[in-house]
């Protein structure tokens, strides 16, 4: 390993192997062959990261491997039930970060269920995040002043939006290094839930596509591109603020939150697939092998958008095609199964996090809609929008600004 | 660490992370870094399974973290297309195993569709294995005889198959420590067959149940237990010789295989859920938090079956309940989605291999059908066997001797 390599190993993508981290590692490897041995052993994967802080976890926290997202609908009209339920899922997401179980796992009752379902005993953290949202139904059931940046999406050409597969009052973002923890997060909020919200549709994503790690290269979707590349570093305090993080401009409990959008993206790998390389690279306006804009060398190469196609996806979805708007990606691949038809039921699911949305989603899928290439390979077929509150203090709960 | 529990780190779930291995993690963390960085980096993702053996890969291999499960219907009667595509198969299968690009990464072909899909460039091997079978409908439809081991599997009481998950015509299972890896070789494997198959049904299994690693815990399930504790490991060359390699009783191109059978098995986890540890408990036979046997403190002390209750999961399903039988299992949580009914659509997706499904899945699965206090909480939805012939010689392909 050359002293160049070895330095960008130990740096380049934010990530410790030194001394210290071999022995967290060996911690977590250990704990792991006691309790439920993989045989992949994650370094980095016995860490927490904090529930609490002036922003939810999860948003600009470093993009982990897997993801579980669960929407919700309401079967309550009380706000009390709600606040009981964002109580308990506060308590337990904090226990779930912590690799605890739900309840602390207390020992004894054998005559009543289980506080915690069990599966992820003896798992580490995995860098679990757990992060909420309110969509706009969950203000009309609930008679709360909707915030005037959270607003139904547009109808955008081409949409063919399923309803069961769309929407939702109240939505739990699960990411985590190991899908076991992400799944038995949601599992777990959804039998806390009961009574008061019921699940409308959840997403499994097997691989993230999106890193918020400076300079890291982009894990690639199911195109095999590197798509995003621009996103906002997690680092980027001044981008994030500008650009992410509701200042003033909200409801003083959305201050320091964000709005999300989600869309399940299919994608129409088998057509794809019969594509040309120059067609698909011109799609993009990047090289597939190495990721690098059209007119560069690398994948960080600077975009020089005169360069690109004028209808590639790279030029339409820049910043600089569109007066700055910018999002925060957090997409992930998903594979579901198969469609009926002899065809995977694969694609991505697109996760983006924006201060406004009129300058974020909003304008880049009207521009993506009205011209992308890819529009022939890809389809939205779901889709939600959500008000994703500032963060929780200690002894505080979600949403507990707006509902208390 | 004390001694003792660094000695079981470094050996208890036959784990090297002594120097050399650091070593090799670090190489691939490298590679990892330059290519498409992952959060989590994975020590030993970066080994490659033998593709070729006397047996096929995939079977009494260390049990791989994911799943991606695929079964495909021919479109064809013609066997010199159903050769020429196990031909591409074979040559993909090798090339994906060892981490290379299908097609060999050949570049300058911009006009073609590339050989390779592209989404596990930079990836490492992750422990992949490709294991191909052959369902009955396989022999009828290309008219060639059939083993007599290879039969459909008898109805079982409160099975409920849909049909759009069941059956087909070929299966290949591919195993990996990440998820991306799998999908890419199921996804070039779909592409590869155009023309020859099509795919029928697909799962994505997230989180491994099994494990073939002598003394190892077992993985949870998604009811939270250690299931299948008394595995066969992957090391016990005389019990896989018993009871998973087909030997002189198959026809040839059989020996050295093994039936499989999957069985999609959805789990009623909001019932579960609200069941009490001790009923829970009493299902199973099995202490939750260790998985000790009644009767027992740890997961793999002997079972004592009179210490068990008369109908519990263990007992039923204990070899010396039922004249010997045996399987090695490989089962996999799944999460997919919701069912529009609130609930979310889990379960575990139960892969069994046998020499002989008469001594195998079929005493077993009539004993448990009939009397499982646990039928209450699962119900068997989609289900397929497969003959996967044996072992694949260099230079050689899937079914050559079958079909050559």
């Known amino acids: 390993m050359t002293e160049l390599s070895r330095r960008r190993l130990l740096t380049g993508a934010g990530l410790a192997v030194g001394g210290g981290a071999v ?3 060996g911690a977590g490897l250990l704990r792991q062959t006691e309790q439920a041995p993989r045989s992949v052993l994650a370094a980095g994967s016995d860490q927490s990261i904090a529930f609490h802080g002036s922003h939810q976890a999860g948003i600009a926290t470093p993009v982990q491997d897997r993801l579980h997202f669960a929407s919700f609908d309401l079967s309550t009209d009380s706000r009390e039930d709600v606040v009981a339920m964002l109580k308990a899922w506060t308590a337990a997401a904090v226990q779930m970060t912590e690799a605890k179980e739900v309840g602390g796992g207390a020992t004894g009752a054998e005559l009543a269920p289980p506080d915690d379902t069990g599966e992820a005993i003896g798992l580490p953290a995995s860098r679990l995040t757990l992060t909420v949202g309110f969509g706009p139904s969950f203000f009309d059931k609930l008679k709360l002043p909707k915030p005037e940046g959270l607003k ?25 290094d190991d899908p076991q923890v992400a799944v038995h997060a949601i599992r777990n909020m959804v039998r806390m839930g009961f009574g008061a919200a019921s699940i409308r549709w959840s997403q499994l994503g097997f691989g993230k596509t999106s890193s918020t790690t400076p300079n890291a290269q982009t894990p690639r979707n199911l195109m095999g591109f590197k798509d995003g590349t621009n996103n ?3 680092t980027d305090e001044q981008k994030l603020d500008t650009h992410v993080w509701v200042g003033d401009e909200g409801p003083e409990w959305m201050r320091g939150g964000s709005y999300l959008v989600a869309r399940r993206i299919r994608m129409h790998i088998e057509t794809w697939d019969r594509t040309s390389l120059k067609e698909q690279e011109d799609i993009f306006g990047r090289t597939k092998r190495e990721g690098a804009p059209y007119g ?19 030029r339409l979805a820049h910043p ?72 929780v203090s200690p002894g505080s709960f979600w949403g507990a600004a707006l509902l208390a």
């Open 152 to 176: 139904e999406l547009p109808h955008f050409p081409a949409d063919k939006l399923d309803p069961a597969r769309s929407g939702g009052d109240v939505c739990v973002q699960a990411c985590a």
């Open 296 to 314: 560069g060398t690398r994948e960080h190469d600077p975009v020089a958008l005169d360069k690109l196609p004028i209808d590639s996806h790279v």
């Open 320 to 391: 600089d095609s569109l007066g700055g708007a910018t999002i925060l990606r957090r997409g992930y691949s998903f594979t579901d199964g198969s469609d009926g038809l002899g065809r995977l039921d694969a694609g991505l699911f697109f996760l983006a996090y924006q201060r406004d949305l009129e300058k974020g989603f909003i304008p880049i899928q009207r521009a993506l809609a009205a011209k992308d290439t890819l529009n022939e390979y890809i389809q939205h077929v779901g889709s939600g929008v959500f008000a994703c509150p500032g963060g």
């Open 232 to 234: 906002i570093a997690a």
């Open 23 to 25: 022995v967290a590692a």
